[in-house]
């Protein structure tokens, strides 16, 4: 069952980053991260009282909900940073990058959780998912708005502050429902989210925002939502070294996606980027 929740998790994850990207053509990428997070967090609440565990908040221990928090934070880095990086450069150059939190999660959680089992597997797999990253992470030139390398300055960070976000979270999570735990995470985002947007002056952008866009970014949060949904069942009953490179796996849906939506495409040498990466992933799957 964790198993299928992590591809279900990724399918998402992927539709994600395109309706995101669609969403911020014209609006910062700040505001639209604060509005998205309004979303997940309502699906998320629904959710809990969907599977009537809104009742056992009181018991979560303290050290859960301060990892939970910290999860939440570290999600809320990650997001802007991706975020910004998707309004910048293209959506092929920035996804690898931030896919390669997943090498630093599998790695984490071998050396603080003892996940083990078929470790020669595992550290074959994510060397095959290192090659497939620096491979799909080419310079060429590119037909999108990309203001000098800043973008991948971001891409970087967010993929640091995700890796951190999947060590937290199964922390955060034992023993907590893990809609419920989800929710929780997404009110500190919402909180760090908007005061990014009050900090930098641009509450008064949400006004202006293309009804278009808002849809796009309206459904990227229900993507999300989706996806968080069910990346947490996965990570709370399942190893999490299995689940982070599955749930990476999302970067198929985004490629295909952008290449019929942005007219992306990949080159041959990334293309064998992307392979290597799929072959990595499902190594570690299949051998889980």
């Known amino acids: 069952m964790w198993l299928a929740m992590a591809i279900l998790s990724a399918v ?23 509005l998205r997070t309004i979303v997940v967090l309502l699906f998320s609440w629904i959710m809990v009282f969907v599977v009537g565990s809104a009742g056992a908040i009181g018991d979560i ?16 880095a990650s997001w802007i940073c991706y975020f910004k990086a998707l309004s910048m450069g293209d959506v092929n150059k920035v996804v690898p990058i931030d896919k390669s939190s997943t090498i630093l999660s599998v790695l984490l959680a071998i050396l603080l959780f003892g996940e083990t089992q078929h ?11 290192a090659i497939g990253i620096f491979l799909m992470i080419e310079r060429k030139d590119s037909k999108g708005a990309e203001t000098g390398k800043s973008w991948m300055l ?23 429902e893990s809609n419920l735990g989800t929710a ?14 009050f900090t930098k002056g641009k ?66 040498k ?11 992933t499902l190594a570690m799957a299949i051998w889980a």
Not at 119 to 129: E, I, M, Y
């Open 61 to 76: 221990g303290a050290k859960s909900l301060v990892f939970l928090i910290l999860s939440g934070f570290a999600t809320g």
């Open 119 to 129: 470790l020669a597997v595992k550290l074959a797999g994510t060397a095959l998912l």
């Open 203 to 268: 509450q008064n952008q949400v006004k202006a925002i293309d009804k278009k866009e808002l849809l796009f970014i309206s459904l990227s949060g229900l993507a999300t939502g989706a996806s968080w949904l069910c990346y947490y069942y996965a990570i709370q009953n399942g190893v999490v070294s299995v689940v982070v490179p599955i749930d990476k796996l999302s970067i198929l849906v985004t490629v295909t996606f952008s290449y019929f939506v942005f007219r992306e495409r990949l080159s041959r």
């Open 12 to 34: 998402f994850a992927g539709l994600t980053a395109i309706l995101a990207k669609c969403g911020i053509k014209k609006t910062d990428s700040d505001v639209a991260t604060a």
């Open 154 to 176: 971001y891409a970087v960070l967010s993929a640091v502050f995700a890796a951190l976000t999947s060590i937290l979270a199964k922390v955060g999570i034992s023993g907590v």
């Open 270 to 280: 990334a293309l064998c980027g992307l392979l290597l990466m799929v072959v990595g």
């Open 184 to 197: 929780i995470r997404t009110g500190v985002v919402l909180i760090m989210a908007w005061l990014i947007v």
